[in-house]
């Protein structure tokens, strides 16, 4: 009797970084499959970027920002161009008239403001100033940061370098590579990790100093209680 085996799909996708011609600003982690044809990656875009997709021409850039090629095949795959993980879709928006172009969309110095004086904000029945004056802490003391690094001190103890972990917020994969004090940062205790795709900031070194060695961009410095052991 003829046996059979369960064919498992195989994960095609890459995990790509997505930036734009008009916002400097702007950059998102987007992850596709390889088969996801030009036209329908356009689509995925135009939701997220707001450039039609009649305007729209992609580049697929590596993860230096050098052009590896023009997506101008709207009905290719993504795999015929091969990218790789941390490659770079970068949109160029064609249409001069684009809600992008002009910087509208990052510049709020374009945007007209109104300006209240202190002493018509000040007659307010209610405002921020008021609230924020409200629920201030009486009694901000030393004590109160001596026991927030206490409380640090506690959680870094079940925290340990090789150790498996996911990082808040997007539950980031990745593994243990530092624990303990980082002046430099700020007071109190950090945990380095590096995780398992390229969402970090750095390669383990953060203003001039080693803390841990990882790929670049894989590396990560966060507060303790934004771990969780895995």
Not at 98 to 111: A, P, Q
Request: glycine share 8%; net charge neutral.
């Amino acid at each position: 009797m003829a046996s059979s085996k369960l064919q498992l799909p195989v994960d095609d996708s890459v995990l790509l970084l997505v930036t734009h011609s008009n916002l400097s600003t702007f950059a998102a982690d987007i992850r596709v499959s390889q088969q996801t044809t030009v036209e329908a990656l356009k689509d995925k875009l135009w939701r997220k970027t707001g450039t039609a997709v009649a305007s729209m021409r992609l580049q697929l850039r590596d993860d230096t920002g050098a052009k590896i090629a023009d997506l101008d095949d709207d009905a290719a795959p993504l795999a015929a161009y091969g990218p790789y993980n941390g490659y770079r879709i970068h949109v160029l928006d064609l249409d001069p008239s684009s809600l992008t172009s002009g910087g509208w969309l990052e510049d709020t110095s374009l945007v007209d403001k109104y300006k209240m004086s202190d002493e018509a904000y000040d007659k307010l029945h209610t405002n921020f100033r008021k609230f924020k004056e409200k629920m201030a802490p009486k009694n901000s003391t030393s004590e109160d940061k001596e026991q927030s690094e206490k409380h640090m001190e506690e959680l870094c103890s079940k925290i340990k370098v090789g150790d498996r972990c996911e990082v808040e917020p997007g539950a980031k994969r990745g593994t243990v590579k530092f624990v303990g004090r980082a002046e430099a940062l700020g007071r109190g205790f950090w945990v380095g990790v590096q995780y398992d795709e390229p969402l970090g900031k750095h390669d383990g070194m953060v203003k001039g100093i080693r803390f841990f060695e990882c790929p670049q961009g894989h590396g990560a410095i966060v507060r303790p209680e934004k771990v969780k052991i895995v």
